[in-house]
């Protein structure tokens, strides 16, 4: 087999396995001390935040196969008590999020952004994104959809 062509592949497998702990550490930014804070204070009162999205989904319409396609959802804190994203889970290694990592207060507002590489996914493509925060619910989905033109 060509060195070359071994070295391209490593390498390849490299950037793939780096991109997919770029979205595990977003979380781990989180202070876990904060969320246990946000959790036990609730209990004890009975009112919890509220996450409002201006809209959980979005439409891309048609894009190109290797077109990165971004969209910001914003929400506000609905809700009496502070607000804290604790983890966005993309449905596919495809999409990377970003988001607001500091508590939010009441009627507070904060925004995930979502980056889709559209590479290898030709077709009609509808995806999902997880957030998970410390609302009474627990999780919360966002959905973006795109027609993808082939590469020619």
Do not use: W
């Amino acid at each position: 087999m060509n060195k070359k062509l071994i070295h391209t592949t490593f390498g390849a497998l490299i950037v793939s396995f780096s991109a997919c702990d770029k979205k595990v550490n977003a979380s781990a930014e989180i202070d876990e001390s904060k969320v246990k804070q946000a959790e036990e204070r609730d209990a004890k009162t009975g009112k919890f935040p509220n996450i409002t999205f201006a809209s959980q989904e979005h439409d891309f319409g048609t894009i190109n196969e290797g077109d990165l396609a971004e969209h910001v959802y914003t929400f506000t804190n609905t809700g009496e008590t502070e607000l804290l994203i604790i983890d966005v889970k993309p449905s596919c290694g495809c999409t990377v999020p970003e988001f607001t990592k500091e508590p939010i207060a009441s009627n507070g507002t904060g925004e995930i952004k979502i980056i889709f590489d559209s590479n290898g996914k030709a077709g009609e493509v509808n995806k999902t994104v997880t957030v998970v925060a410390n609302t009474k619910e627990g999780q919360h989905e966002l959905k973006f959809k795109a027609k993808v033109n082939p590469k020619k």
